[in-house]
C-alpha cells in the first residue's frame, strides 16, 4: 500500500492543553538508549523501558534519577529488546520479552518471579508468542498481550495462565494485522487496541465469560486529521479521550471517545517534537501525560492542564 501524504498535519497545535514540564534521559552510567515504554508504579515511582540497554530504569516524580535493573540475555530476569511493560496493584512487573518470545515477570526490584510462553522460542499454539510487543493489566485484572507476528491479542490471568484469543490476520472488523498497542477503557473495561498496518484503533466488549466481541472501530491510512501512518501505542484520560501515538508521523493524536480528531501533539517538519514516539501513558493521579520519544533517547512528560 502506498501511503500519500498532504501538507494538512505539519504545525504544532499550540492550543493543546498540556504543557511540557521535563524529560527523562539519565542513567546511572549513561543515558537511556531507545526507551520504548513508560509506566508510573502504585507508590508513584515512574519506570521506564530502556529497550536499547536491555533495562528498566527508575525515576521519583521530580525526574531524579534513583536505580536501574536488567540484563540482555534469555536467562531470568534477562530480557532480549522489550519492547512494552505492564505494572500491577502489587507492584510486580509484567515485561513483553519481544526477542524472547515471552512475557517475564519481575518484582519492583528486578527479581525474578516468573515467566510465561517458551523462552527463546517463537509459536502460534495458546499460550505461545511470536514477538510479544504490548501487553496491558485491564480493570479486571485480566493480562493482555498483542502477539505481533501471530496478528493476535492473547490474553491470561496474572499467574500467566492462558484464557482466551482475541483475533487472527485479516483486514475485516475484529481482525489484525500487526498489532501492537492496547489498553482497557477506564470505566467500559471495552479492550482497545492499536491495529498497526490495518491503520486503525479496534474497540472490543467482553460479554461477561471472558470472551471478547468486536465493537467499533475507528482511523484510516493517511496523515490528516483522524488518521495514521504507524500508529503504535494508545491511552485514554479520566475525560474519555483517546490518545495515540504515530511513530511515522512524530506526533501523539488526541480523539474524542467517537475517534473524532481533537489535537495534537507534535507533526512539525522542520524541528520534530518526537522522533518515533511510541509507549505513552496517563497517570490519572497527577493527570502527567508521558511518552516515549524513543529516537530521541527520552521520556518527555506532560502536565493535561484541563483536567482537575
Given at each position: 500500500?502506498?501511503?500519500?501524504?498532504?501538507?494538512?498535519?505539519?504545525?504544532?497545535?499550540?492550543?493543546?492543553?498540556?504543557?511540557?514540564?521535563?524529560?527523562?534521559?539519565?542513567?546511572?552510567?549513561?543515558?537511556?538508549?531507545?526507551?520504548?515504554?513508560?509506566?508510573?508504579?502504585?507508590?508513584?515511582?515512574?519506570?521506564?523501558?530502556?529497550?536499547?540497554?536491555?533495562?528498566?530504569?527508575?525515576?521519583?516524580?521530580?525526574?531524579?534519577?534513583?536505580?536501574?535493573?536488567?540484563?540482555g540475555g534469555?536467562?531470568?530476569?534477562?530480557?532480549?529488546?522489550?519492547?512494552?511493560?505492564?505494572?500491577?496493584?502489587?507492584?510486580?512487573?509484567?515485561?513483553?520479552?519481544?526477542?524472547?518470545?515471552?512475557v517475564e515477570?519481575?518484582?519492583?526490584?528486578?527479581?525474578?518471579?516468573?515467566?510465561?510462553?517458551?523462552?527463546?522460542?517463537?509459536?502460534?499454539?495458546?499460550?505461545?508468542?511470536?514477538?510479544?510487543?504490548?501487553?496491558?493489566?485491564?480493570?479486571?485484572?485480566?493480562?493482555?498481550?498483542?502477539?505481533?507476528k501471530n496478528?493476535?491479542?492473547?490474553?491470561?490471568?496474572?499467574?500467566?495462565?492462558?484464557?482466551?484469543?482475541?483475533?487472527?490476520?485479516?483486514?475485516?472488523?475484529?481482525?489484525?494485522?500487526?498489532?501492537?498497542?492496547?489498553?482497557?477503557?477506564?470505566?467500559?473495561?471495552?479492550?482497545?487496541?492499536?491495529?498497526?498496518?490495518?491503520?486503525?484503533?479496534?474497540?472490543?466488549?467482553?460479554?461477561?465469560?471472558?470472551?471478547?466481541?468486536?465493537?467499533?472501530?475507528?482511523?484510516?491510512?493517511?496523515?490528516?486529521?483522524?488518521?495514521?501512518?504507524?500508529?503504535?501505542?494508545?491511552?485514554?484520560?479520566?475525560?474519555?479521550?483517546?490518545?495515540?501515538?504515530?511513530?511515522?508521523?512524530?506526533?501523539?493524536?488526541?480523539?474524542?471517545?467517537?475517534?473524532?480528531?481533537?489535537?495534537?501533539?507534535?507533526?512539525?517538519?522542520?524541528?520534530?517534537?518526537?522522533?518515533?514516539?511510541?509507549?505513552?501513558?496517563?497517570?490519572?493521579?497527577?493527570?502527567?501525560?508521558?511518552?516515549?520519544?524513543?529516537?530521541?533517547?527520552?521520556?518527555?512528560?506532560?502536565?493535561?492542564?484541563?483536567?482537575?
Amino acid at each position: 500500500m502506498i501511503i500519500l501524504f498532504s501538507s494538512s498535519i505539519v504545525l504544532a497545535d499550540d492550543e493543546a492543553p498540556v504543557k511540557h514540564l521535563f524529560n527523562l534521559k539519565k542513567t546511572e552510567d549513561g543515558t537511556l538508549n531507545y526507551p520504548a515504554d513508560v509506566k508510573v508504579a502504585p507508590n508513584g515511582e515512574i519506570f521506564v523501558l530502556d529497550t536499547g540497554n536491555n533495562q528498566i530504569v527508575v525515576y521519583d516524580q521530580e525526574g531524579n534519577y534513583l536505580r536501574q535493573f536488567g540484563d540482555g540475555g534469555d536467562d531470568e530476569g534477562e530480557v532480549e529488546y522489550p519492547l512494552s511493560f505492564a505494572i500491577n496493584k502489587k507492584n510486580q512487573i509484567y515485561i513483553a520479552d519481544t526477542e524472547n518470545h515471552r512475557v517475564e515477570v519481575l518484582d519492583k526490584n528486578g527479581n525474578y518471579l516468573f515467566e510465561f510462553g517458551i523462552e527463546g522460542e517463537e509459536g502460534d499454539k495458546e499460550g505461545q508468542f511470536n514477538r510479544p510487543i504490548g501487553i496491558t493489566i485491564g480493570n479486571d485484572g485480566l493480562v493482555y498481550v498483542s502477539d505481533l507476528k501471530n496478528h493476535r491479542i492473547q490474553v491470561f490471568n496474572q499467574k500467566g495462565e492462558f484464557i482466551t484469543i482475541i483475533g487472527e490476520f485479516g483486514r475485516r472488523d475484529g481482525q489484525f494485522k500487526y498489532p501492537v498497542g492496547l489498553i482497557t477503557a477506564p470505566e467500559s473495561n471495552d479492550l482497545y487496541v492499536v491495529d498497526t498496518l490495518n491503520f486503525r484503533i479496534q474497540i472490543f466488549e467482553e460479554d461477561g465469560k471472558k470472551e471478547w466481541e468486536f465493537d467499533d472501530t475507528f482511523g484510516r491510512v493517511g496523515n490528516r486529521e483522524g488518521s495514521f501512518a504507524r500508529p503504535k501505542d494508545i491511552a485514554i484520560d479520566e475525560e474519555e479521550r483517546i490518545y495515540v501515538t504515530d511513530s511515522f508521523l512524530g506526533l501523539v493524536q488526541v480523539l474524542d471517545d467517537d475517534g473524532e480528531f481533537l489535537f495534537k501533539i507534535g507533526g512539525e517538519t522542520k524541528k520534530p517534537l518526537f522522533k518515533q514516539a511510541l509507549g505513552i501513558y496517563i497517570d490519572d493521579k497527577t493527570n502527567r501525560l508521558y511518552v516515549a520519544d524513543r529516537g530521541n533517547n527520552q521520556i518527555q512528560v506532560y502536565k493535561i492542564t484541563d483536567l482537575k
